[in-house]
């Protein structure tokens, strides 16, 4: 896998072909735990995912 | 349920799957009432220790600004945009192509088979941060997209939508991509189509006097059977969802159209998630 270079993902307009093969390798590695009976993994154990959706509805404003 | 409700549940699933903590801000109950903004709360959140800020916002480009903020004070927290406006919705962009890449692929995942396949996207471009992402990763692996619709819907000028860098950006990271075309046709778009992406018909958009009325939008743009053998092939259907039974696609494609891959694409938002939760925590290390 290449090393990967965004601190932030924003648009795939920034995504060259090696980012996107990146991220379709892993999920991909990902997918197929499924098969193993695998739901949890320890990989971003001790991290922190905070969500913040602030929009209600699926309308986009411009 | 709302789209926001499921992009955040995938998000949420992704993190846990991959043993992260998980924390959720609730904006109704949360200090923007009481006039915080939006950068200030991230930054506060950042502060509270997050890895990743995982983002869903009505304006286009206010991850740019948060990031910036975020990287003007040295925090090692990650951004990533759930949907921002008009702009972009990096994720189903991105599981929406590794739906199509797996549909066509054989023995082992390959993006080049989307090469030359011609990918028609139907309904409100103008308005779709999701078509926005879908014409930057499929043209990227050179797929032709054939943009359909009305012109209040899909103005010319589309056509040039590649053309234009993307913020932020010198130039194209992808040195050759597939080309933009624009139909008013659906039967005959459909005719020569590999594959079709639905959007979701916003019903504001009569409001705005953009559409005569949704029935007339539904006959002549809505996916259905009969429009469908015009194709001489079970073609992918996908649709980001939530979907409008019977007006911009038909409850018997949903429900009986062997290659409706509606819901593969929620299977696969997961694995793409933790991919892309992943590879960020990867930088920061």
């Known amino acids: ?20 093969e990146s991220v379709f390798e892993l999920a991909n590695r990902f997918d197929a735990l499924k098969n193993t009976g695998t739901k949890k993994i ?7 995912v905070t969500s913040l959706f ?3 509805s699926t309308k986009n404003k411009k | 349920m709302k789209q926001v409700q499921r992009t955040k549940n995938s998000f949420e699933l992704a993190a846990k799957r991959l043993s992260a903590d998980v924390q959720t801000f609730a904006p109704s109950s949360s200090s923007l009432t ?4 939006i950068i200030d709360t991230a930054i506060t959140y950042s502060a509270m220790g997050a890895d990743t800020l995982v983002i869903r916002h009505s304006s286009s480009y206010i991850t740019f600004e948060i990031a910036k903020k975020l990287d003007a004070i040295n925090s090692k927290t990650s951004v990533l945009n759930a949907g921002d406006g008009l702009h972009s919705h990096p994720s ?9 890449i797996k549909f066509f692929s054989t023995k082992t995942l390959s993006p080049e088979v989307l090469n030359s396949k011609k990918i028609l996207i139907i309904g409100d471009v103008n308005h779709s941060r999701v078509a926005r992402s879908n014409l930057w990763a499929l043209s990227a692996f050179g797929a032709d997209i054939i943009l359909c619709g009305p012109k209040t819907l ?12 993307g913020p932020n950006q010198k130039e194209d990271p992808v040195k050759s991509r597939g080309s933009i075309t624009i139909s008013r046709s659906l039967e005959e ?15 504001e958009r009569m409001m705005e006097n953009l559409l005569s009325s949704i029935d007339s939008y539904s006959s002549d743009y809505g996916l259905t059977p009969e429009k469908l053998s015009l194709n001489n092939r079970e073609i992918p259907i996908l649709h980001p969802g939530p979907i409008n039974r019977d007006i911009e696609i038909s409850s018997k494609v ?32």
Request: charged share 20%.
């Open chain 1, 1 to 20: 896998m290449q090393i990967w270079s965004h601190k932030h993902i924003h648009t795939l307009a920034n995504f060259s072909i090696q980012d996107y």
């Open chain 2, 254 to 285: 949903v429900d009986e159209y062997p290659n409706c891959l509606i819901n593969d694409q929620v299977s696969n938002g997961i694995p793409i998630r933790m991919a892309l939760l992943y590879l960020l925590q990867k930088y920061n290390k």
């Open chain 1, 54 to 56: 602030f929009e209600a």
């Open chain 2, 189 to 203: 778009s459909i005719k020569i189509a590999d594959a079709i992406i639905v959007l979701r018909l916003q019903k």
């Open chain 2, 92 to 100: 189903q962009g991105l599981l929406d192509i590794y739906t199509l």
């Open chain 2, 154 to 165: 899909i103005p010319d000028e589309f056509i040039n939508f590649l053309k234009v860098p």
């Open chain 1, 42 to 48: 320890p990989a971003l154990q001790g991290t922190l």
């Open chain 2, 34 to 37: 009481k006039g915080e903004t």
